[in-house]
Nanobody, 122 residues
Framework: QVQLVESGGGLVQPEGSLRLSCAAS????????MGWFRQAPGKEREFVAA????????KYADSVKGRFTISRDNAKNTVYLQLHSLKPEDTAVYYC???????????????WGQGTQVTVSS
């Protein structure tokens, strides 16, 4: 079973930057993509970004396109989310995800991490 552990969350000012990390215990042959969801207070959980394990294909939600960048380091079994130009509405718990396809990772991931809190406030 794939285990995902997020880190890097914290308090940051508007227009600031933050990098989130997701360490996977092991990426099995069934895992083809990893990504990030987030859930803001009082709102439903929403897709943020995804990346295939092999290759360069990425996908971003319109709300973060141009501000967030997803990347990976397969040697470390780690996926990153670089957050730039942060807004108060980006405040949320950010969850690392993994799935057996890019489509599943975007819509209904097979695996979830415990989440890391990102708070954007002055």
């Amino acid at each position: 079973q794939v285990q995902l552990v997020e880190s890097g969350g914290g308090l940051v000012q508007p227009e600031g930057s933050l990098r989130l990390s997701c360490a996977a215990s092991r990426l099995t042959n069934n895992i083809h993509a990893m990504g990030w969801f987030r859930q803001a207070p009082g709102k439903e959980r929403e897709f943020v970004a995804a990346i295939v394990v092999s290759g360069i294909t990425t996908k971003y939600a319109d709300s973060v396109k141009g501000r967030f960048t997803i990347s990976r380091d397969n040697a470390k079994n780690t996926v990153y989310l670089q957050l730039h130009s942060l807004k108060p509405e980006d405040t949320a718990v950010y969850y690392c995800t993994a799935g057996t396809s890019l489509y599943k990772t975007i819509n209904y991931p097979d695996y979830w991490g415990q989440g890391t809190q990102v708070t954007v406030s002055s």
